[in-house]
Each structure stands twice: as C-alpha cells, then as structure tokens.
C-alpha cells in the first residue's frame, strides 16, 4: 500500500525552538507539499517542491522553510516557533506533470502545540 | 486565481437521510475537481475527482459529484447516510500543480 508517512502524529515545543516536521513518500512522486490545516480556514499551502532541491513558497510560507535533498523526503522547518504556529500539519505528494491532475496522497497530519 | 466555496461549515443530517455537500468553484478555464474526507485524527483521502469525461463522478463509500459547468458547481451527494460519514468534507481544484481547497463542511449524522 503506497504511503505518506509524517514522523509524528503529536508535538508540543517551546516558544523559540527549531522545529523539523518530518515527510517520507515510497511512492516515487515528483512533488510534495506541506499545508497547514485550521478551523474554518480548511488547508492552506505553505511551501511545495516538484523535484529535489527545489521550492517553490505557497500562500502562507512565512516563518517556516523547507528542504528536500532526497526525493522520497520533504522537511518543514520552523526556523522559531511561535503560538500562531499551532495547527495541523498535512504533507501530500502527487505524481509528476499529467499525472500530477489525480489528486494527492495525503500522510496522517502532524497535530503542532506551541506553548 | 481560482477559489473554491463550500456552503456551509457544518451539515446535520439523520441517518437514512440524503447528504448534499455544496461546492462553486471559479475558473476560466476547465477544472479538475476533487473531493476528499477526513475522519478524525486522520489525513485526507480522496474520495473521487473529475478531470474530463462524464459530468458525474461515482466515489467510494457510495458518493458521487455531478460537474455542471453552467452552474460552475461540484456538489457531492449520497442518497443515504450512514453514521460512519461524520467527518470533514473538503472540494478542491487543482492549478498549475497545486491543489487549491475549501474552507471545509463538518458532516454530523443523528441516529
């Protein structure tokens, strides 16, 4: 069964902190995405890559970054964390040009606490 | 740039009863469609998606969604609901690559 896996399902950090939200896809997909989901907002893009080592900044992308060395792994850094950043994290990934108009896999979501 | 409206953040409907999320989009230009579901505590799956063809898409779980472009709709429907469709609903269209979404619809089924 083909797979987005997000590292963790709950995190609590400190007002501050580096913060890595972690994303591993097994399907071969050229582009992934990270959107931040909230209440009555439904899901916003932050970042999005459709290859390694590229980036491309999506609605909301500030205060985060994003790194891809490797293609099945796409990273969200919080460079310092702050309260308005907690949310929902959901990462996707989706095949490559056509294909890409399939829709996405999505992973579980990673559930951020800022305190 | 294209949007996506979902009417209503929260619909109640009795078991047996028929759902009817709604969702308008804004587009010049042909769109592909998609709605996906979220059960709690959970990521989104799709549940089906319109690219071209037939205007009426058939899903999982006994959803479907009718393309009309006159109406520059997609609303998903179900003749019967069952309690395990409580979740959150969301449409999408996609641009250039990326996926642009709805602010959501909270599905509640009563016994």
């Known amino acids: 069964d083909v797979k987005v896996t997000q590292s963790s399902r709950y995190l609590v950090k400190r007002t501050g902190e580096k913060v890595f939200l972690e994303c591993v896809q097994d399907?071969?997909?050229?582009?992934m995405f990270w959107y931040r989901q909230d209440p009555g907002l439904g899901l916003r893009l932050i970042y999005f890559?459709?290859?390694?080592?590229?980036?491309e900044k999506g609605d909301i992308p500030e205060g985060y970054s994003v790194s891809r060395e490797k293609k099945e792994r796409f990273s969200l850094i919080l460079e310092s964390a702050s309260t308005n950043q907690t949310s929902m994290y959901l990462c996707?990934?989706?095949?490559?040009?056509?294909?890409?108009?399939?829709?996405?896999?999505f992973g579980s979501g990673t559930r951020l606490t800022v305190v | 740039a294209q949007s996506v409206t979902q009417l209503g953040s929260h619909v109640s409907v009795s078991e047996g009863a028929l759902v009817l999320l709604r969702c308008n989009y804004s587009s010049s230009v042909p769109p592909y469609l998609f709605w996906y579901v979220q059960y709690p505590n959970q990521g989104l799956q799709l549940l089906l998606k319109y690219t071209t063809g037939a205007t009426l898409v058939k899903g999982i779980n006994g959803f479907e969604a009718e393309f009309k472009k006159s109406e520059t709709s997609f609303h998903l429907t179900k003749p019967s609901a069952h309690m395990s469709d409580a979740a959150e609903y969301f449409c999408a269209v996609h641009q250039g690559g990326k996926l642009i979404f709805g602010q959501g619809t909270e599905l509640s089924v009563k016994p």
């Open positions: 399907m071969d997909h050229e582009n």
């Open positions: 996707a990934s989706s095949p490559g040009g056509f294909e890409t108009n399939y829709g996405y896999t």
């Open positions: 890559s459709y290859d390694v080592k590229m980036k």
